[in-house]
């Protein structure tokens, strides 16, 4: 039983990731920044944005796995 | 200890050729095509741009693109299908820098991502949705493209006129910085933003189900589980599951750094 809601745990966690990559590109859309790119950069309004949502998203679970000690632990071997 | 000269060398050289090819100053991609073929490759280095044609299929623009940037697409995808990410594993530069880079800073200051979110998942909803927006939207999240994001930066360092805007300027730091200087491998930018490059691990993951491209395998006799590989891997496509070394064909770039590290000579490529 604890290993299908380990199971479950890992793929909804995996969907979720997965949205948030997706979240990168669509993120400009719901900023409502999307002017499309003219070859100069800034001319589409902040595609960008979407990669700084990633980088506090990251940061965010980082501290706080660190916080809750849930880092996943790599094989001893890969630690050396 | 074993010399890794002659090998580093070589990584950069074919890098530094990778550069030479598509880069400005020299573009000698688009000299060749345009002074030896007298072909126009269109907006360069954006010709092997895996989104626009794909985009314009649907929006019934794909007949008006230049010839050349559709072909060349083409073939680049095709070649991946056979070799697999042979522009990220020998030519990109892009990658190659921030991997130089991470060098820099102490390996306990950078940040193993692995641990903390699935890379690949989150590698291939950017490539996903970075595919099918422009469908509905019709605008062009190019800013992590490298070929459009390294190119404005080579530009800028070459001298063009162009405005170091601050779009630009969070995308250099997220790339050099926190995916490059603290991120273990230097080559968080590639795992996480690069949708090129996450277009060619798509078609590897999928040659190499089908067995037609080479892919990294580990002869588990010969194996000692040193953990050499999994760390000198750039793109931390190596792990060690269930007491055996596997490589990940989502993430690999055949870079073929792990075969070199390897002090048992037991990683090899093969179908």
Known sequence: MSSMKTKFLQSKDKALNFAVGAGIPA????SGTAGGCT????????TCLGGLALAVYLGGRVIFKRHNKTVLQAEPSANK | MKNTLPFTLKRTAGYLFGFALLYAPFELYRRFMEGVLALQPGFFPHAFCPRIPTAEIFTSGFFDLNSVMVWSTIVF????????PFFCGRLCIAGFFTETLSHIVPDKYKIEWEKYVPVAHI?????????????????????????????????????????????LLISGVLYMVLFGLF??????????????GAMQSFWFYI????????????????????GLCVKSCPMRAMSIKNGSVQSSTALCIKCGVCSHNCPRGAIHTGR
């Open chain 1, 27 to 30: 993120g400009t859309v719901l």
């Open chain 2, 207 to 226: 040659s190499a189900r089908l067995g037609i491209a080479a892919r990294i395998k580990v002869d588990e006799s010969a194996c000692v589980k040193c």
């Open chain 1, 39 to 46: 070859g100069v950069c800034g001319s589409c309004g902040g």
């Open chain 2, 183 to 196: 991120t273990k491998g230097g080559r968080g930018y590639c795992r996480f933003l690069c949708p090129q």
């Open chain 2, 123 to 167: 590698r291939y909803g950017m490539l996903l949705a970075y595919m099918l927006l422009p469908l509905w939207y019709g605008f062009y999240p190019c800013a992590y493209c490298n070929f459009y994001f390294f190119d404005s930066l080579v530009s800028v360092i070459f001298g063009a006129a162009l405005d170091f805007t601050l779009p």
């Open chain 2, 77 to 84: 995808w095709l070649l991946c299908l056979v070799f697999g």
